[in-house]
């Protein structure tokens, strides 16, 4: 019913930057809060950043001051901008959303499939 698609990883050396990108699409009437998630080999998923239709931040205490999350809810859109990447950064990073397909229905959360992000030394 709802598909989203990250797109924007890739390769980068330490202290590079990069823009993922996560688009919502199918049965949507409104999207509450998106968020950035990520998971490196053998560790767990934590969240990297999340933001409210209403523009509200929170971001982990390891990318604060470095990575920037924005949303375009016209195009259904959230944005992770990441600056001044670090080896520790490497990991799957995944986009979330939270999902009102209909007036009055309630929400479903939603996984895209992941896109890797790779910083060298």
């Known amino acids: 019913q709802v598909q989203l698609v990250e797109s924007g990883g890739g390769l980068v050396q330490a202290g590079g930057s990069l823009r993922l990108s996560c688009l919502a699409s199918g049965s949507i009437f409104s999207i509450n809060a998106m968020a950035w998630y990520r998971q490196a080999p053998g560790k767990q998923r934590e969240l990297v950043a999340a933001?409210?239709?209403?523009?509200?931040?929170n971001y982990a205490d390891s990318v604060k001051g470095r990575f920037t999350i924005s949303r375009d809810n016209a195009k259904n859109t959230v944005y992770l901008q990441m600056n001044s990447l670090k080896p520790s950064d490497t990991a799957v990073y995944y986009c979330?959303?939270?999902?009102?397909?209909?007036?009055?229905?309630?929400?479903?959360?939603?996984w895209g499939q992941g896109t890797q992000v790779t910083v060298s030394s």
């Open positions: 979330n959303a939270d999902v009102r397909p209909r007036p009055g229905y309630s929400t479903y959360n939603y």
């Open positions: 933001i409210t239709s209403g523009g509200n931040t």
